[in-house]
């Protein structure tokens, strides 16, 4: 692993880490070793275009995996949304309108 890879994703700045062309070419290599085919879809027999590459051990858990292909999987939006729920789920405080109740 690069060195200033691994210090950003020290940092909290993963964002800088997927910009890399470290990670957008492994993660081309991952897309095509995978058909871009969703890996989780073709293990029930389904067929999904597979649009995301997904670390199997999280890129904050351990940022020494993040460009092992045997930790990456092709996954499609939704499976990879599964994989992620606390991203979109998350509950959002109501704001408040006005002093009026009804």
Same mark, same amino acid.
């Given at each position: 692993? @690069?060195? #200033? ?7 909290? @700045?993963?964002? #800088? %880490? ?5 990670? *957008? *070419?492994? /993660?081309?290599?991952?897309?095509? *070793?995978? &058909? ?9 027999? #389904?067929?999904? !275009? ?5 670390? !199997?051990?999280?890129?904050?858990? @351990?940022?020494? /995996? ?10 499609? &939006? ?9 991203? %979109? =789920?998350?509950?959002?405080? #109501?704001? =408040?309108? &006005?002093?009026? /109740?009804?």
């Amino acid at each position: 692993m @690069n060195k #200033k890879l691994l210090k950003y994703i020290q940092e909290g @700045n993963e964002i #800088k %880490f997927y910009q890399s062309i470290y990670w *957008r *070419r492994m /993660r081309e290599e991952i897309l095509k *070793r995978d &058909n871009y085919e969703c890996q989780h879809c073709k293990d029930k027999g #389904k067929y999904s !275009k597979g649009e995301c590459v997904h670390h !199997k051990e999280h890129l904050k858990d @351990n940022p020494m /995996r993040g460009l092992d292909p045997s930790n990456l999987i092709t996954l499609c &939006n939704v499976c990879h949304n599964k994989e992620h729920p606390e991203k %979109f =789920f998350k509950s959002k405080p #109501k704001k =408040f309108i &006005n002093e009026e /109740r009804w």
